[in-house]
């Protein structure tokens, strides 16, 4: 359908809309027009993903001015996702307007280890061998040699790119990952490099959040992003925790041996140089008095190895004269990580600020700050300079050097804390150093002061007020949504006492009550006698739900359980988990029904959809607080109350809800879908607990829903099952949807 919106034409694939899709589409347009970021709240199972792609793309048809549309997921399956709802989007505009005007370039971009298509560098199983296996077959110095001794290996597919394929653009059209794939080995080009070198003519662009939040990884693939562009951070609830991560480094004695590994041989391969090569040693320094910028011109294969940290202008200024020349820096860093060894070796608690951290360093090492500043930096300009393929074998010294960057270029939101071990397990020895960004603010300026317009989006931002303080922004638009329903096919349950009426809770105190322990295993025992299909469950932690799976196995519950329904169980391990869940969707395919244990703020849980009769109920048992023993918790919470006046128990309280809301939202994605959700913790009854839930799940909690026993709850969900078994009316599943002809009634309206 093609209808209008205060003067701009949309396109959009589908012959009806849902009315929040409209209502969101006229507040994004709102955003684009002022030039600004916004914040918007979208109803899971509501098409938020054609719903930004339909306006944005419109608009640019509109505004040829606009550069591109960059779009941020945190997964592969989520980028695969964006990018067919992009085709069927690309194919109807080409019908209504012409393939010429709806001329269109969108890739999605990914790590080699999804775009090689090398036969045997593919075939390796980690991510950092298909790096290290492409970089050896594709290094300028590799290529040279090659060029005279024919037993020397390369990458054909590389070959053939750099012949044809960096002079030739890709023919318009959407192309996904496997696409590339596909057009790579039909031409004989390499996918990985193509993708690189198009996404500056692509009209959209589709990858990862580092991308952009990551200087390590932004400083090569977005630096050419014009300020013209539309970025979209989708499913982007926990984006301040993806800022914070960005800028931590974590050290432990295995990084620093490591890295001591790395610096001998660096030694020895510098040694090697001055005997063959000194003039490469020579003009490296000569280039450093310029800046490490001049490192970072690079073209082709090589600039996987220029990773700017710093901002351009420092990059442009000289590398002090300490670090300039290459056995001086590998002296310079073979005292700093003296320094840090020292550090590592104590029996207490030590926490400090950069400021602090950066001078005792200087006394007692001799470390200018400046020079640990430009580290990271110089060391790939070293890496570069020596011909180093085998960048794999230089992480940990490359994971010193991101540390020591970071601590001489940051003096504030960040706090450097020494633990010798985890308090949760006090008799096991484990040092750790811990530089630990506190504002997530840091990651993010730069592409709010960069970019014209930041769509930060998701169906689960509530309580959505929060975002603009701990991001530090001014968004020109905040909206959340609720969901326009034909039936009530959504059940949220707030659970707070068992059958025997007594209350239940994960609270600290109360979590390894037996009698909580009891009522919770009785409550899904109850309800995987009742509920067909699929149930998930999640737990506040890995460690609460193997000591409750424990206690359920002895109280011969989890017996009783796997009568009824099949059990699947989330672990730490990716592959275990990943075929967990195919057994469990296979169980639930053939009607045996399964039972799915997780965990908040683990995989399952960010990414993976329950819909349909994968998931009929979701139990939230427990409200999901982070470690409030953590020091690096309590060093934010001190930081975000200084800083931001944010309360450490209004932030506790919003991230707890943020995950609780994002566990149980899995159970529907769809409005044809229908599904339950229990929040079973007294604590959910309190109105600041329960008034932070999205709104579309608010809407739908019924005051006779609150304050439930077991009995009560078993009884609302055979009541609900029953009803979504009756067959729903077509007529009046259409009242939520708006049709062309609706739209140009609406548009007609004098008010409108």
Known sequence: MKFVIEGLTVYFPYEFIYREQYAYMVELKHALDARGHCLLEMPTGTGKTITLLSLITSYQLANPSLAKLIYCTRTVHEMEKVLDELRRLHLYQEKEI????????????????????HPVVSSETSRESVDAGCRKLTASWVRAAAETNPDIETCSFYQGYEKQGSEQPLPPGVYTLHDLRVYGRQRGWCPYFLARQ???FANVVVYNYQYLLDPKVSGIISKEMQKECIVVFDEAHNIDNVCIEALSVNLRQNNLDGASRNIHKLNQIISRFKETDANRLRQEYNRLVEGLAQQGNLHGSDNWLANPVLPEDIL?????????????????LQRAVQYLRERLDTDTVVKEGPVSFTTTMSTAAGLDQKALKFCYDRLHSLLLTLEVTEIDEFLHVQTVCNFLTLVGTYTRGFSIIIEPYDERMPHIPDPVLQLSCLDASLAIKPVFDRFQSVVITSGTLSPIDLYPRLLNFNPVIIHSFTMTLTRDCLCPMILA??????????KFDMRSDPGV?????????????????????????YSYMDGIINSWNEMGILQEVMQHKLVFIETQDYVETTLALENFRQACDCGRGAVFFSVARGKVAEGIDFDRHYGRLVIMFGVPFQYTLSKILNARLEYLRDTFQIKEGDFLTFDAVRQAAQCVGRVIRSKADYGMMIFADKRYNLPNKRNKLPQWIQSQLREEHLNLSTDMAVHIAREFLRRMAQPSDPQVSKSTLLSQEDLEKMAAMPNF
Do not use: W
């Not at 000289?318 to 001086?328: L, Q, Y």
């Open 98 to 117: 012409g393939s010429s005007r709806a001329k269109i370039l969108a890739l999605g971009l990914s790590s080699r280890k999804n775009l090689c298509i």
């Open 198 to 200: 198009m996404i500056q």
């Open 316 to 332: 442009r200024e000289a590398v002090p004269g300490n670090i300039r020349r290459a056995e001086h820096f590998v002296a310079f």
């Open 497 to 506: 006492r068992g059958s025997d009426q007594l209350p239940v809770s994960s």
């Open 517 to 541: 322990v009891r009522n919770y295993g009785r409550l899904l025992l109850e309800m995987v006698a009742t509920v067909p299909d699929g149930v998930v469950c999640f737990f506040v932690s």
